[in-house]
Structure formats: structure tokens, C-alpha cells
């Protein structure tokens, strides 16, 4: 499978790393404020959870790039081609690839982000960087990755974090990479206030750069949803992300509105090793008692679709065959609790941040109908993701599952022993069913007639042999913005910002 420059988009902003952007640059204006998450790390080694990767976007340039449906384009790779036994591939570099401080971008900085991913201690990449058995350097801008097993996944993998590249001269010091990003992104960073704010400009010897036309970048947190339209209405932010109940007060204040479709799912992690949910009845019990189509009608206004899989509906791996998989039945989850020795309820701990609270009291008085008494747990958002994903001390969590650049290896992250949101880990073992539907989806070709088949068949094996997560709604990119910002591109996976203007400023 061979992939050519021409497919990317804007592709003939590749000679802006020649010197094409540094004349753009002047054309460049205005700044874009944007309401949203910082990250957990400002270094995708180490970044902890899957949201990261839009911030993360900003500094970083990929590999490999997604168009808006999802499909993998040229990034900082112009091409590549497969071996005809699909265990080996070659990338070809664009030429004259520079990193934000000036310094070159060259395959021997792609090996050094490989090996770093792979081999330091607390990569949070190093098992999906695991299929790499070995980096082959072929000249300054070509390399050759020999696989451990087919991976015809491996270019839409290299689109997120794991082919980010980052300047392999800060190494020596990958301490201060958490705070300090050093890449080839579309922006630098230039001051970070931790749970506040970053504050970034352009980057001129960004490889698409001719496409980024403002010349600030902020990313601004602000944790309280009520707080976010009185942000909006005092100038002090442009484009903020909202929910789907905050739509119809952002239209009445005159904000236009973007519906983004992407690959957020809503859902509940289980400790499926941790009693009560060690009995599978208690987890299909959970599942039929939840009324999907009033959380949804409540948390998001209607915006989304209801969920049993972790792929929304008109993407790839969606399978039809789950649309319908645990319909609303108190009834039937009465039933199932009486058969797993619970016919007088049972109690259990639900875990939640202040932002989901609002979904946690309402799944509380729904699992009360049935029997199954919830006490929420409240703890901070900023170490949610390191008691539920790297200590796995949480046995019942609300959460949600931001996509990944390749669905396999979101699959592979989701339900694999070793996943980053398999909230069980090593507690477990991954259902050989599982693996096995994991393995053969890698196999196929994305080009192939039967690959849609192959994904879907290992999105329902996933779900139904290993239910570690209760799936509720799908959950739409909202943006509410000003009159002055246009050309928000509408990416299913990562929000770019080529394209976007602002103007009078």
C-alpha cells in the first residue's frame, strides 16, 4: 500500500519548510482564545489521557495526519509504501523539515522518538509503539520500520501522539518536556500557567504553515460549564467548547454554532476483578437499567446518539449489529440482579469530578429503580486519570473515551491487558476471543473490502466478550464562537486549525 503527497491536504504547503511559510508569516494575524483542557503532559511519551492529543496538536507535528472522516494523509511523511508481506513499511520525509528552534527534523529524530516511546519508564505509548521491532534509518529523509507481526495500521497510528515528534535535543532533559514542549507543530509554546492557561505563536517553519493563519494560540481551562458563556460574552475567550444543553443559550447570545461530529463516547470503566461486578449478570444488570435516551435528552439537549460500542455511527468500526445491544429494561435488570444473588439490591461506589456530577446523580436515581443503591465518590479532575488509568484503584468510574488516531488501537487501549483504559490491567487476562478479533483486524489492508468487516467484527467481540465498559452516548465536538472566527475545520478525530481566521484582529 503506497500513499502519495498528493493526497494531503494543502499539500503544496510543503514548501513552506523551504521558506513559502516564513513569507505567509507576515500574512498572518489575530488570535484564536480557545476554551478546552490543558493536558495532562505537554509530552505525548508521557501524556496520560486521550484528549490530550488536541492540545498536544498545537506544538507537535505527526507522521502521518487524518483528513476530516478519519482517513490517514501525509503529515511530516509525504509517502510511504508497505512490504508485499505487510510486516515492513517506509516512510519518505518531506525535504527541509525544521523543528521550532530551527534545528533539522530528519528520520534520525524519528528513530529517537521511537525508541524513547518504546523504552523510557513511564511511556504511555511504549504497548502501542510495541508492533516496531526495529527502526531502519535510510537516508536523512527516509526510515523503515520492520514490524513484529502485519500492521497495516501503523500510518494511522503515527497520526496521534505516538508520531509526534518531538526534538530529540531536549532528551537530556525529558524532565522538563511535561511543561516545556519542544516540536514542530504549527505553534511554539511560549508560557504555561498549569491548570490556568498556555499561551502560544506561530511557528513559521511548521511543514504546513502557509495554512495557519493566526499568529496567537490560547488554550484556556476553565473547569466550571457555567462559567464558559459568561467567557464567551466578555471577549475572553473566541472559541469555547460547550455541551449540548448550553447550545440554545450560545445561539440566543448570538454566538454561532458548530456541531462537530467526532469520536467521544460517554461511558461508565469497570473493575470487572472487584466485587460486585466479578458477576457478569451485575454489569448486564447496570447496563439494561440505564435509560440512555433521557441521559442524553438531559446531559447534552438531544446532541449525540445513544451508545453501546465505542465507535459512533457513520465511522468504520461501527457496527450495526450493537446499535440496539442493552435496550432500557428495569424489568430484566431486576431479573438479572435476583439471578447474581442480589433480589434485595445491593450498594455500590460510583466515582465522579465535578463535571460529571450531573451524570452521576442522574445514574444514581436511575440504578435506584431497580435496586441498586449508588454513593458517589467525588474526586479531583486532575488526578482522575492517575487513580483510574495508571493505578487502577477505581472500581466504578464515569469517563469517556476522546478516539484514537487508529481504531484498532483505540480497541487495543479500550479491552487489551495491557491498555491504558482497561481499568482491570494485570488483574486480568484479555479473552483470547478478543485478541484474536484485535490481531485479524490489524492484518487487513485499509484499502481493502474487507477491512470495515474485519473492525466491526472486533468492536463486537471486544464489547461483548470483555465488558469492561458500559457505553452511553456519543458526544459531538460543540464549539460556540464569534463573529470574527471562520473555517473551523470539522475533524472527526483530532481538531486542526488550518484554514481558520480571525478577523479585525
Known amino acids: 500500500m503506497a500513499i502519495s503527497a498528493l493526497a494531503a491536504c494543502g499539500s503544496s504547503a510543503s514548501s513552506s519548510a523551504t521558506g513559502a511559510g516564513s513569507a505567509a508569516a507576515a500574512g498572518a494575524s489575530g488570535t484564536i482564545n480557545w476554551e478546552w483542557a490543558l493536558p495532562t503532559s505537554w509530552d505525548p511519551v508521557t501524556s496520560s489521557a486521550g484528549w490530550d492529543m488536541h492540545a498536544l496538536g498545537l506544538v507537535y507535528a505527526s507522521i502521518t495526519t487524518l483528513n476530516a472522516k478519519g482517513d490517514v494523509q501525509p503529515g511530516l511523511a509525504s509517502s510511504w509504501k508497505y512490504a508485499a508481506d505487510g510486516k515492513s513499511v517506509t516512510f519518505t520525509l518531506r525535504p527541509g523539515l525544521k523543528f521550532s528552534d530551527g534545528s533539522p527534523l530528519t528520520a534520525t529524530s524519528v528513530e529517537q522518538n521511537i525508541k524513547r516511546g518504546q523504552t523510557q519508564a ?44 518531538v526534538n530529540p535535543a531536549y532528551f537530556k532533559n525529558v524532565g522538563s518536556l511535561p511543561t516545556k514542549p519542544e516540536g514542530a507543530g504549527p505553534f511554539t509554546l511560549s508560557s504555561y500557567v498549569p491548570d490556568s492557561h498556555a499561551d502560544l505563536v506561530r511557528n513559521p517553519s511548521y511543514w504546513n504553515a502557509s495554512q495557519i493563519h493566526v499568529a496567537n494560540f490560547n488554550v484556556l481551562s476553565i473547569t466550571q460549564p457555567e462559567q464558559i458563556l459568561s467567557a464567551l460574552e466578555s471577549g475572553q475567550v473566541n472559541v469555547a467548547y460547550i455541551a449540548g444543553n448550553q447550545v440554545a443559550a450560545a445561539k440566543a447570545a448570538g454566538f454561532k454554532i458548530d456541531v462537530i461530529p467526532s469520536e467521544v463516547v460517554n461511558e461508565l470503566d469497570i473493575q470487572t476483578t472487584t466485587a460486585p461486578f466479578t458477576n457478569p449478570k451485575v454489569v448486564q444488570a447496570i447496563n439494561y437499567a440505564i435509560n440512555r435516551q433521557a441521559i442524553l435528552q ?34 430484566k435488570a431486576k431479573q438479572l440482579l435476583a439471578q447474581a444473588g442480589y433480589a434485595n439490591g445491593l450498594s455500590i461506589t460510583l466515582t465522579s469530578t465535578s463535571s460529571t456530577d450531573s451524570l452521576a446523580e442522574q445514574i444514581q436515581g436511575q440504578l435506584a429503580e431497580v435496586g441498586i443503591k449508588v454513593a458517589i465518590k467525588d474526586i479531583a479532575a486532575d488526578t482522575s486519570t492517575q487513580f483510574l488509568y495508571l493505578d487502577k484503584t477505581i472500581p466504578l468510574a464515569i469517563d469517556g473515551t476522546a478516539g484514537r488516531m487508529s481504531p484498532v488501537e483505540m480497541l487495543d487501549v479500550l479491552y487489551s491487558q495491557q491498555g ?40 463486537e467481540t471486544s464489547v461483548r466478550q470483555e465488558p469492561i465498559h458500559i457505553w452511553l452516548y456519543t458526544n459531538p465536538r460543540i464549539f460556540a464562537y464569534n463573529s470574527a472566527v471562520s473555517g473551523i475545520p470539522s475533524d472527526l478525530v483530532q481538531q486542526r486549525w488550518e484554514g481558520v481566521t480571525v478577523s479585525g484582529g
Not at 132 to 160: M, N
Not at 439 to 457: F, N, R
Open 122 to 165: 513511564n511511556s504511555t505509548v511504549a504497548s502501542e509503539l510495541s508492533v516496531i521491532a526495529k527502526v531502519t534509518v535510510d537516508s536523512p529523509t527516509s526510515f523503515t520500520f520492520d514490524l513484529s507481526q502485519v500492521d497495516y495500521q501503523v500510518p494511522d497510528l503515527l497520526a496521534g501522539k505516538d508520531g509526534m515528534i
Open 298 to 331: 438531559v446531559q447534552a439537549s438531544g446532541y449525540g446518539a445513544i451508545s453501546y460500542q465505542p465507535f459512533p455511527e457513520g465511522f468504520v468500526g461501527y457496527s450495526a449489529k450493537l446499535a440496539n445491544e442493552y435496550p432500557y429494561s428495569p424489568a
Open 420 to 459: 491504558l483504559m482497561n481499568v482491570t490491567g494485570k488483574a486480568t487476562t484479555t479473552p483470547a476471543t478478543v485478541s484474536s478479533a484485535l490481531a485479524k483486524a490489524l492484518t487487513v489492508p485499509l484499502d481493502s473490502p474487507d477491512y470495515a468487516a474485519a473492525l466491526q467484527g472486533a468492536v
